[in-house]
């Protein structure tokens, strides 16, 4: 479980083809307290610690994995937002973030406003119903807040706004007009559509 609130950003070092894909990410993380096993968002991936060396970690990202995050995620060089799963007694100063990926959206624009910068994205229709204006979306690992959604025909359009801290915090600040992201909605508009169907069955 985690919170959307990054504490560090990786850069993956170099990407291996085995069985599965291994990713070996540069971290400033103390890994001496990370154990093996343990769990790492990854850009809203959580995923599994299999070794670890000063200053960094590698997981194994399954062909599933990969086909279903951002495009270009998994090559050397990339940036990822990181998250350590949360503790028992720790600020959830996010939202409820399970590390698990809805699908991906896509940026339509990137505009500056004062000294934040407003983005807009695509998303699928099939994850419309979990979007609410003033609720929570994780994109990239980041907890965000939806500043208003726009359903159109065939897509939904939802905007972000992106504070300085944020910016330079995290990858969000990097984004570009174009750009695919990974999306997880929020837990618990999941658990409301669920039950909402059947309500009404």
Not at 86 to 95: R, T
Not at 123 to 144: C, E, N, R, Y
Request: charged share 20%.
């Amino acid at each position: 479980m985690f919170t959307g609130i990054v504490t560090d950003i990786g850069t993956i070092a170099r990407v291996e083809s085995r069985g599965d894909t291994r990713v070996v990410i540069d971290t400033a993380y103390d890994t001496a307290t990370v154990d093996l096993g343990a769990s790492i968002a990854c850009s809203g991936v959580c995923l599994t610690v299999v070794d670890k060396g000063p200053g960094w970690f590698a997981v194994d990202v399954s062909g599933e994995t990969i086909s279903r995050t951002a495009t270009d995620q998994w090559i050397a060089g990339r940036p990822l937002n990181l998250e350590r799963a949360m503790k028992l007694g720790d600020e959830l100063g996010g939202h409820i973030v399970t590390g698990h990926v809805d699908g991906v959206a896509t940026s339509m624009s990137v505009d500056t406003v004062g000294d934040s910068i407003r983005i807009v994205f695509a998303i699928a229709p099939a994850l419309a119903p979990f979007l609410a204006t003033k609720g929570s979306i994780t994109v990239d690992g980041v907890s965000l807040t939806v500043n208003e959604v726009d359903d159109r025909d065939d897509t939904t359009h939802f905007a972000v706004n992106v504070i300085p801290h944020t910016q330079v915090a995290t990858t969000i600040g990097a984004i570009r007009q174009g750009q695919s992201v990974n999306i997880e909605i929020d837990v618990l508009a999941r658990y409301l559509q669920r039950m909402e169907y059947y309500r009404g069955r």
